[in-house]
């Protein structure tokens, strides 16, 4: 049977899965891997440790839909906001600047909930923990390697974690990368933030009038939102939580600093941004070292292509831009470069 690998089960890798099932026929075998421990990449939601219904969404925030995309894009959102899984925003944001026609949309249930319902709708087999750090070209057929376990051997492989960690692949991959490429690839660039998730006991009063709000004035906060207002699910039996975003000349002076001690100091800023916040159960700390592109590879081609016979792709938001319409326009790029090559496989 003819195998397909998707290396990330963040929003570009799920929905490549989601539209290559329509491609495919019952003799090819969708495979995602992620080294993560469960699906989103930067579109994460994470669970309170001693209370998982307590969640917080650490990365993408709202989706924000531009007049161009709303009609690009309108099966997408329109998909999603028809099973509940997207929303419009009602609530308060303060500070939050909208170009002329864009408006957002929030998901009830964690922004992660967007790349799950991909991953179940395109029937892959989806492996977490499965971290790649190899791939070579063995009898025409793609050899994966993961820290841990046995290599596998793939038809198609596509790469869509972020550049940076493309370009720390070993194995073939790397001479098969031409120098142009390669000197492309290196353009690409992303910003650096943290996040703080803050998890609450359930009937815990947040007495803040809005559910988010831009920090201008901050060194080291740009964003705080309470979390579950924002998405409009407030309910008393479910712990109230908040995130906090840094600013990225922060997260780029504190990149390589132990996560424990840059908390401290986001903490110490929140209480006097905050002061009379209650006191949290949990917090979790998360460093984006990518956070959003910068520089997106030249022309923003939705992809590139490594090798064609067999087929390595990579996409992301690193080939557009960093946005829930930016991983799809590359999502769509990735599929349609392997179209005429599936009838081939079927
Ligand atoms: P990723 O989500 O990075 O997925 C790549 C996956 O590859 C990851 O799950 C990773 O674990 C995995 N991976 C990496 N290396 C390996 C390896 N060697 N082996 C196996 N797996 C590997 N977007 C919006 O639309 N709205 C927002 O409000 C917004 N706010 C943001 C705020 C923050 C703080 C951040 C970080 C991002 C934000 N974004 C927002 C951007 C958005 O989250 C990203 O554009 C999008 O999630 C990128 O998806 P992706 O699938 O291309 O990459």
Request: net charge negative.
């Given at each position: 049977m003819s195998r397909i690998l998707i290396v990330g089960a963040g929003l570009t890798g799920s929905l490549c899965a989601y539209l290559l099932r329509k491609e495919v026929t019952s003799k090819l075998?969708?495979?995602?891997?992620?080294?993560?421990?469960?699906?989103?990449?930067?579109?994460?939601?994470?669970?309170c440790p001693s209370d998982p219904k307590c969640s917080v969404d650490l990365g993408a925030q709202y989706i924000t839909v531009t007049p161009d995309y709303a009609q690009k894009h309108k099966l997408f959102h329109n998909e999603l906001v028809t099973k509940g899984i997207l929303k419009p925003l009602s609530a308060v944001v303060e500070g939050m600047v909208m170009?002329?026609?864009?408006?957002?949309?929030?998901?009830?249930?964690?922004?992660?909930?967007i790349v799950k319902h991909y991953l179940s709708q395109s029937g892959a087999d989806v492996y977490y923990e499965r971290h790649v750090t190899q791939i070579n070209l063995r009898d025409g057929k793609w050899e994966v390697s993961c820290k841990s376990g046995s290599p596998e051997a793939f038809d198609v492989v596509v790469l869509t974690m972020p550049v940076p960690q493309i370009l720390q692949?070993?194995?073939?991959?790397?001479?098969?990368?031409?120098?142009?490429?390669?000197?492309q690839l290196e353009t690409v660039s992303y910003s650096s933030r943290y996040a703080?998730?803050?998890?609450?006991?359930?009937g815990?009063?947040?007495?803040?009038?809005?559910?988010?709000?831009?920090?201008?004035?901050?060194?080291?906060?740009?964003?705080?939102s309470i979390d579950n207002k924002k998405r409009n699910v407030e309910s008393s039996d479910i712990g109230p939580s908040i995130v906090v975003h840094t600013s990225v000349p922060f997260g780029i002076e504190h990149l390589e600093q132990e996560k424990e001690d840059v908390q401290q100091v986001i903490l110490k800023q929140l209480d006097a941004i905050l002061p009379n916040l209650p006191k949290p159960k949990d917090i979790k700390c998360q460093k984006w070292r990518y956070s959003q592109v910068t520089e997106a590879f030249p022309d923003c081609p939705g992809q590139i292509t490594l090798h064609s016979k067999?087929?390595?792709?990579?996409?992301?938001?690193?080939?557009?831009?960093?946005?829930?319409?930016g991983c799809t326009e590359s999502a769509l790029r990735i599929v349609e470069t392997l179209a005429s090559s599936l009838q081939n496989l079927r």
């Open positions: 075998q969708l495979v995602v891997w992620d080294k993560a421990r469960g699906a989103g990449g930067r579109m994460s939601t994470s669970r170009k002329d026609g864009s408006y957002n949309l929030v998901t009830p249930h964690g922004v992660s909930s692949l070993e194995g073939d991959i790397g001479k098969l990368i031409n120098e142009n490429q390669r000197q703080l998730g803050l998890f609450y006991e359930a815990t009063q947040i007495d803040i009038p809005w559910a988010a709000k831009y920090i201008t004035d901050n060194p080291c906060i740009r964003f705080i067999p087929f390595l792709l990579c996409g992301g938001d690193g080939f557009t831009h960093s946005n829930f319409d």
